[in-house]
């Protein structure tokens, strides 16, 4: 099983531009998170969804969005890029029953 | 709101202990535990469901009191292997599993030497 894959691995982008982090995970969870890791922050809660149609806000939704039509795949779309997003993003899944979540590796992204 | 995690760093001789903290002012559900490395993905260490039980996990174990919304991760004759950041992830709702996505601490770094 590959677990939580997530694309482009790095990426640089100019001011206004836009992009869309791809998500795929492979071991049927309900739960898929989106996460940015700034240094010395924590990670701070982007977007989330618990089933196919269903997406939600999370801490800093602000400049992103995010689209969950099958169960394995949770994209997120940066549009108009600002040097604010900045960051190390990481996807995430999950069931319920306390196992946890399971991250991907993450893609660094740099708006310059 | 963002738990408050304490140390904020600690560095340690390989074969020591260290406690690490991880206090909320709301009302917890649950706590989850993660060890990230550098320049890798954050990984599920354990739970902690409301109920202020204890978990072990090799020699790492961790605690939950809800009564004052804390955990406390306990690391016992530390490896090198243990050296990364800790993270803690509070859950307020009843979901149980973080489903409606876990607010994490700012991380407890820690640096295992020989």
């Known amino acids: 099983n590959a677990g939580v894959t997530q694309t482009p691995k790095f990426r640089i982008l100019k001011i206004g531009q836009s992009m869309t982090l791809q998500c795929t995970q492979d071991m049927n969870h309900n739960y898929m998170y989106w996460y940015r890791q700034d240094p010395g922050m924590g990670l701070k809660l982007i977007y989330y969804s618990v089933g196919a149609g269903i997406t939600d806000k999370g801490e800093v939704p602000n400049g992103y969005n995010v689209s969950r039509s099958t169960t394995e795949d949770f994209p997120l779309r940066l549009e108009l890029a600002a040097p604010s997003q900045t960051s190390v993003y990481f996807c995430?899944?999950?069931?319920?029953?306390?196992?946890?979540?399971?991250f991907g590796s993450g893609t660094r992204l740099t708006v310059v | 709101q963002q738990p408050v995690q304490s140390p904020q760093a600690v560095i340690l001789r390989e074969g020591e202990d260290a406690v690490i903290n991880c206090s909320s002012s709301k009302a917890l559900y649950s706590v989850h535990w993660y060890r990230q490395k550098h320049g890798e993905a954050p990984v599920f260490l354990m739970i902690?469901?409301?109920?202020?039980e204890q978990k072990g996990h090799e020699k790492i174990s961790a605690s939950f009191n809800e009564k004052k919304q804390q955990s406390s991760l306990y690391l016992t004759a530390s490896q090198l292997s243990y050296s990364g950041t800790y993270f803690c992830?509070?859950?307020?709702?009843?979901?149980?599993?973080?489903?409606?996505?876990?607010?994490f601490g700012k991380g407890t770094h820690l640096i295992i030497q020989p």
């Open positions: 995430a899944s999950s069931f319920t029953g306390g196992i946890g979540y399971t």
């Open positions: 902690l469901l409301k109920g202020g």
């Open positions: 992830g509070t859950e307020g709702s009843p979901s149980g599993g973080g489903a409606d996505g876990l607010t």
